[in-house]
């Protein structure tokens, strides 16, 4: 994804469900992401007693392998004491934070706004969430959609590629290649 990035003049926004964080390991500026559903790299106060967001990176979650339960303390709000949990959204969940994901969807619609002739490229959206689908659908521009189960995407403007992420990349980026060679 970050090779073809590159080779279109005004780059790309990451938009995804995912909560691992990946897009930014994988190199992606922090400011190019937008984390529809939250981040598991984030804590917030289960309460909530605060819309105050902090890094996870200070918890070691300790597991015993055979009961799949925490055996060491869980994490805690630094400002009331209460109990913290991940910055995800959950089914049902009233209580999840999103402060963080709205600047994030603020500076992705900053940028669709600037961007010239905008498409996308979905991978492997799943249909019982989903969100990324309806995002993909609803902006109107070119969609481009991979998927090896549910690859039709109807409309005669948009494609539909019966593959798996990684080989639908890496042709389109060939054939990027080829087209600037
Ligand atoms: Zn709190």
């Not at 990451?14 to 400011?31: I, Y």
């Amino acid at each position: 994804m970050r090779e073809i990035a590159a080779q279109l003049p005004d780059g790309a926004f990451v938009f995804t469900s995912n909560v691992d964080g990946h897009f930014q390991k994988a190199g992606f500026a922090p400011d190019t992401v937008w984390e529809v559903h939250g981040s598991i790299h984030h804590l917030q106060c289960a309460e909530p007693c605060s819309a105050h967001l902090w890094a996870a990176d200070g918890f070691e979650p300790i597991v015993d392998p055979v009961s799949c339960r925490l055996v060491s303390p869980l994490p805690t709000c630094p400002h009331c004491g209460g109990l913290a949990r991940p910055n995800i959204l959950m089914f049902g969940d009233y209580a999840w934070q999103e402060e963080r994901a709205l600047s994030q969807q603020a500076r992705c619609e900053a940028w669709l706004t600037r961007a010239r002739k905008p498409m996308l490229i979905e991978l492997g959206a799943g249909k019982a969430v989903a969100t990324v689908r309806r995002f993909g659908e609803g902006l109107g521009y070119p969609l481009i959609r991979i998927n090896l189960r549910d690859p039709d995407v109807g409309k005669a403007k948009h494609i539909s590629v019966p593959l798996g992420a990684l080989a639908a990349l890496e042709g389109i980026e060939a054939a990027l290649s080829c087209k600037q060679a």
